[in-house]
């Protein structure tokens, strides 16, 4: 309406009066100023031809989609529909009097379009001048396809139909950019960024769509039938230190910040001290990381929070939510780790058929990380100096104590099989394990040689019988690495060793599949169709602070006197362990759990603290966060007013989906996702703004 009126008065008055120099500034965040703006050219644009603009905005809707004529055949042969969709496909020309083309509709679904000079010379002529992508609507009968005529008797879903062109509309058409990135894209990664929703008109980009909004609704679904509401939270937050970086949002008031949330942490506690008694919301959260193939620096989570509530709730509440998702979905049930190592279908209608614990050591002692995929049966053995002799020696000996091995039984038939990956440095985060191939006789004796460099075989004799007890052969790996006793480099250097080796040997060492009646159906599932589902529980409640990565020998450096929550400092330590918050910190374990399915850990929380003292001497003794009181005095001051014992968790969302989909990255599950640089090439931000705007906000450009 303002504009509007500025235009009137620009008409009426001119360039050279008051209300231009208003039209200037309104326009001063499009670039627009009075120099540059020409009032002749803005307001007297030639209107677009009436007959051929109109006919782009009344059109024949469709009456059918390409799956539903598919799926109703038998009835609508030599019937004539209309569809809507776009030129899939540059139009053949098979003689002067026949084309054949073909249309994509809505759903991704692709028909084969025919015009003749019998049926219609128009569109006939349509189809000669038709481009890639052209948006159209189109009338016509259909017909069984030659080849396709001897299946319409069996009622095949999948047999073939042309639609024969009666009527044509081009409602917007395309220009010849689609053509060009035909012929040079091979792979969805080559597409470029800022073509994004020309990406998404395909079949494969509809369904993942469809997927994540029929995942967004089970999800409502079953949270709603447990009880819980929906209660969104603000956006605009402030800034608080909860691990990684914030986006910050600058305000009109002199050194005044929102910050964006990384996750409603702080806000979903304050509902817990609202009277609410289970919340939920699928909520936006931004966190300023570097990013990867399962990381945006905006994503979207499955944020929930349980009133007089424990873990135990959490975990059962989660547990509904992913299997009904799985099953609603993907119609496939979860597998969990039985107590001889095999992977036992998960009963999605038992709610007392739960998901594997494994504490957080465990994890690491058997897998060397914190999110294993336990569909994989490798696992690590300690080389102890009781039982074999072994120590380790150098510089980092007592910090790092324990060696273990891992095997990779007949991995390869000659060294030319041998995955280079597994022995990159570049694939490690720092330590590299130290990995043999054992590929002559020779080496099935001497192969203990190779860790010399790191530990010491003190005796002959229990090294023999080592030798023996791992018999290697010739196509055997064996891995080795050392780690400290309660590890907080994770994954450790043999953990990463094991991801690597699941990547590169996908179908090997997988363990037996079995139904609920414990027979093996390993031969008749998918590996594609295998979720293996664990909690991981009893993390460290606390981390020493990594001053480096590395140092000269490639180990990670640690300040032991300066702590960081593993999770985050409202996480309650394990009862159990109350009394060494005290005198050792270090040894407790927070009620924490992750939810881990194949590798990815799908889902954290924690049982939280709403005890102010407490709370307070965690943030003030053990994480020395000093201003505490003007960073969490509104969630102190809640829990002073009688907050409830309360636990939640959150799940990501985009993985979650990304997962169902058989992806391995989340940008195929986000409408339109940033690149690995943080921008949205789409609409080319994050952008320039003029200097005009940030004086307004008390900001200005260093040069």
């Not at 979860?334 to 594997?356: E, M, P, Q, R, Y």
Request: with cysteine.
């Amino acid at each position: 309406m303002m504009l509007a009126r500025n235009i009137r008065c620009l008409k009426k008055y001119g360039s050279n009066s008051k209300c231009f120099v208003l039209l200037s500034l309104r326009f001063r965040n499009f670039s627009l100023s009075r120099t540059t703006f020409n009032s002749k050219n803005a307001l007297e644009t030639e209107l677009p031809d009436k007959d051929n603009l109109l006919r782009k905005f009344i059109f024949k809707k469709k009456t059918h989609t390409v799956q539903e004529i598919t799926s109703q055949l038998d009835e609508l042969i030599g019937k004539e529909v209309t569809l809507n969709g776009w030129i899939s496909r540059k139009p053949r020309k098979v003689s002067k009097k026949l084309i054949f083309g073909e249309l994509r509709d809505g759903n991704g679904d692709i028909t084969q379009l025919l015009a003749s000079e019998d049926s219609s010379k128009k569109c006939l002529e349509f189809l000669k001048t038709a481009f890639l992508e052209d948006a159209i609507s189109v009338t016509g009968t259909i017909a069984i396809r030659r080849e396709a005529k001897n299946q319409v008797k069996q009622q095949d879903t999948d047999c073939k139909w042309d639609l024969i062109l009666k009527e044509y509309n081009i409602l917007n058409k395309s220009n010849d950019l689609p053509s060009k990135l035909l012929e040079t894209i091979k792979k969805n990664s080559d597409f470029p960024a800022n073509l994004r929703y020309l990406q998404l008109r395909s079949k494969y980009y509809q369904d993942a769509l469809k997927l994540r909004s029929k995942t967004a609704s089970i999800v409502r679904k079953t949270l709603n039938l447990l009880n819980f509401i929906e209660i969104e939270t603000p956006l605009l937050f402030k800034s608080t230190p909860e691990g990684a970086r914030e986006f910050l949002v600058p305000t009109r008031k002199p050194r005044q910040f929102y910050a964006l949330p990384q996750s409603p942490q702080q806000y979903k506690q304050l509902l817990m001290a609202s009277g609410v008694n289970k919340y939920y919301q699928i909520a936006k959260c931004f966190r300023d990381e570097d990013l990867r193939k399962d990381r945006q620096p905006e994503f979207t989570q499955v944020d929930m929070e349980l009133a007089f509530s424990n873990a135990e709730d959490v975990m059962l509440n989660v547990e509904q939510v992913v299997k009904n998702v799985w099953q609603d979905v993907r119609n496939l049930n979860f597998f969990k780790l039985n107590k001889d190592g095999d992977l036992i279908k998960v009963n999605h209608l038992d709610a007392n058929d739960n998901f594997t614990k494994i504490p957080y050591l465990k994890a690491l002692e058997n897998f060397g990380i914190d999110k294993p995929d336990l569909r994989s049966g490798l696992t690590f053995k300690p080389l102890t100096f009781e039982e074999y002799g072994v120590k380790v020696i150098g510089e980092k000996a007592e910090e790092f104590p324990i060696f273990e091995i891992c095997i990779l039984r007949n991995a390869f038939n000659n060294t030319k099989e041998t995955q280079t990956s597994l022995f990159d440095a570049q694939n490690y985060k720092s330590r590299i394990p130290i990995s043999v191939s054992i590929e002559s006789d020779q080496d099935c004796l001497n192969w203990y040689k190779n860790f010399e460099k790191i530990v010491k075989f003190e005796s002959n004799t229990k090294l023999q019988k080592l030798i023996l007890e791992l018999n290697l052969q010739k196509g055997d790996i064996i891995a080795g690495s050392t780690r400290s006793k309660l590890p907080y480099e994770n994954p450790t250097p043999l953990g990463r060793f094991r991801q690597l080796s699941i990547e590169a040997y996908p179908t090997k060492w997988r363990r037996k599949l079995l139904n609920f009646e414990n027979k093996d159906i390993t031969e008749s599932v998918k590996p594609k169709d295998v979720f293996v589902a664990s909690w991981i529980v009893d993390f460290p409640l606390f981390s020493p602070l990594e001053i480096s990565e590395t140092d000269s020998n490639g180990y990670p450096v640690y300040n032991y006197y300066n702590l960081t929550s593993t999770h985050h400092p409202f996480t309650m330590c394990n009862p159990k362990d109350y009394d060494l918050l005290s005198t050792n910190p270090l040894k407790v374990h927070g009620e924490h759990y992750d939810l881990v399915i194949n590798g990815v850990e799908l889902g954290g929380g924690s049982r939280r603290i709403h005890d102010t003292s407490l709370q307070k001497y965690i943030f003030n003794n053990i994480l020395k966060i000093g201003n505490y009181q003007q960073l969490f005095g509104h969630l102190l001051n809640a829990f002073d007013i009688g907050c409830p014992p309360h636990a939640g968790l959150a799940i990501g969302f985009d993985r979650m989906c990304a997962m169902l989909l058989n992806s391995e990255s989340i940008r195929d599950v986000v409408a339109f996702p940033k690149t690995k640089t943080g921008a949205d090439a789409v609409v080319n931000s994050p952008s320039d703004v003029s200097d005009i705007t940030l004086q307004e906000y008390h900001i200005k450009k260093l040069e």
